[in-house]
């Protein structure tokens, strides 16, 4: 069955620390996987997208990796600031069907 | 540009009653979805359109219309409310569904049965 699977479930840490957040999958084929940033109340919003090829990508002060061999990817937040505070879900996309397998998120919260 | 927009942002219903949320988006999509999103859960596809006049069932379709006559607008509709649709759901809307076209996601509509 197709999985996406995250840890830890939640993360507190201090303002300035830096972060890593898992993501494994059994999603197959594999078309692509996406990391979003959802704040309390609101929607989810896209921070990265990678394919098979990508091994790294980065956006401001986020960086996913993918391991395709192993499955596996993380999301690393450098400096974090108050504004981090969310939830973040990591979303595998099944090439055959086309339909997006989420993850049931990590809630990070950063204290000052 | 106002992206995904959803209403209502909250609703409260009894058992049994009927009501329509509403989704738009302005970015000529042709991908269109809804989720629910409940506490512990990832989100759930509930249905989906990949243009006007096309629809289909995603994962937890029961209980839940949809309809796509335009580009823009995807309701979803609750014929019968029951207390474990309370959720919060979530319309979405992207380019296409294949490759890496962005989802954008409007802000959600929290939705409870009594």
């Known amino acids: 069955k197709n999985q996406v699977e995250q840890s830890p479930q939640s993360l507190i840490i201090l303002e300035g620390k830096n972060c890593t957040l898992q993501c494994n999958y059994t999603v197959s084929p594999f078309s692509n996987l996406r990391w979003y940033k959802q704040d309390t109340g609101r929607g989810p919003v896209s921070l990265t997208i990678m394919t098979f090829s990508e091994n790294t990508k980065s956006n401001g002060r986020y960086t996913a990796t993918l391991d395709a061999d192993t499955k596996q990817s993380s999301l690393h937040i450098t400096a974090s600031q108050l504004s981090d505070s969310a939830s973040y879900i990591c979303v595998v996309s099944d090439a055959g069907t086309y339909k997006y397998i989420f993850g049931t998120g990590t809630r990070l919260k950063v204290l000052a | 540009n106002a992206g995904v927009t959803q209403t209502p942002k909250f609703q409260v219903l009894k058992t049994g009653q009927s009501m329509t949320l509403q989704c738009a988006q302005d970015m ?87």
Request: glycine share 10%; net charge negative; hydrophobic share 30%.
């Open chain 2, 28 to 114: 000529n999509h042709e991908y269109m979805s809804w989720y629910r999103q409940d506490p512990g859960m990832g989100l759930r596809l509930i249905h989906y359109s990949v243009g006007a006049g096309i629809t289909d069932q995603g994962e937890v379709p029961n209980g839940y219309n949809v309809s796509r006559s335009t580009t823009e607008d995807f309701p979803l509709r609750l014929l019968s409310a029951a207390p474990s649709q309370t959720s919060v759901y979530f319309c979405a809307s992207s380019y296409s569904l294949a490759g890496v076209s962005e989802q954008f996601f409007g802000p959600g509509t929290r939705l409870t049965v009594l």
